[in-house]
């Protein structure tokens, strides 16, 4: 899913999918989107929707435009706050 939507941006995007307690999917949205190397992610505002949603799960992705494969050092920060 990530990988459709995501494949052919030319800036970070960042999305998430909410799932129910089966792990079905109650939504998928695209939450911030920024430059060609970087996404401004907000911790609060992926909460705020998971309760909007009243997902019990949530699975993020972002890409990386210039191809790179490799999580930098801000992806695991920002997944470390996300946690």
């Known amino acids: ?3 459709l939507s995501l494949h052919r941006e030319e800036r970070e ?3 998430a999918v909410f799932l129910d307690a089966q792990r079905g ?5 695209r939450l911030f989107q920024g430059s060609a190397t970087t996404a401004e992610i907000h911790c609060g505002v992926v909460a705020r929707q998971a309760l909007l ?4 799960f949530v699975v993020v992705a972002h890409n990386h435009p210039g191809g790179g494969r490799e999580p930098s050092r801000a992806d695991h920060a920002v997944t470390a706050r996300l946690r």
Do not use: R, W, Y
């Open 25 to 29: 999917m109650l939504a998928h949205e």
């Open 13 to 15: 995007c960042f999305e």
């Open 53 to 56: 949603h009243g997902a019990v």
């Open 1 to 3: 899913l990530f990988q």
